[in-house]
Nanobody
Framework: QVQLVESGGGLVQPGGSLRLSCAAS????????MSWYRRAPVKERELVAD????????NYADSVKGRFTISRDNAKNTVYLQMNNLKLEDTAVYFC??????????WGQGTQVTVSS
């Protein structure tokens, strides 16, 4: 069955950096685009970034453009999210999945990112 396991979150000060990882299994990872999402307290889940199956094209939400970088390693079935210059409003639980029109019904547990001074 499909498994998505996110890791790498933590507590960081504003301006700091974190690198999130998502290990995927149970499907042909290299064949699909992948996305990172986040859900902040009392907010809906939002799409943060996505990357094509080969990694040659990426897209970002305006709120993270220029600060976050999505990448992938198809040999490791892993997608990453490098987050730099973190802001208070980046505090959320971060999830990976396929893009919205192809997302799996089951989601991983996510990884908590807390930006606080």
């Amino acid at each position: 069955q499909v498994q998505l396991v996110e890791s790498g979150g933590g507590l960081v000060q504003p301006g700091g950096s974190l690198r999130l990882s998502c290990a995927a299994s149970g499907f042909t990872f290299r064949a699909y685009a992948m996305s990172w999402y986040r859900r902040a307290p009392v907010k809906e889940r939002e799409l943060v970034a996505d990357i094509t199956s080969t990694g040659d094209n990426t897209n970002y939400a305006d709120s993270v453009k220029g600060r976050f970088t999505i990448s992938r390693d198809n040999a490791k079935n892993t997608v990453y999210l490098q987050m730099n210059n973190l802001k208070l409003e980046d505090t959320a639980v971060y999830f990976c999945n396929r893009p919205p029109n192809r997302a799996f019904g089951s989601w991983g547990q996510g990884t908590q990112v807390t930006v606080s001074s």
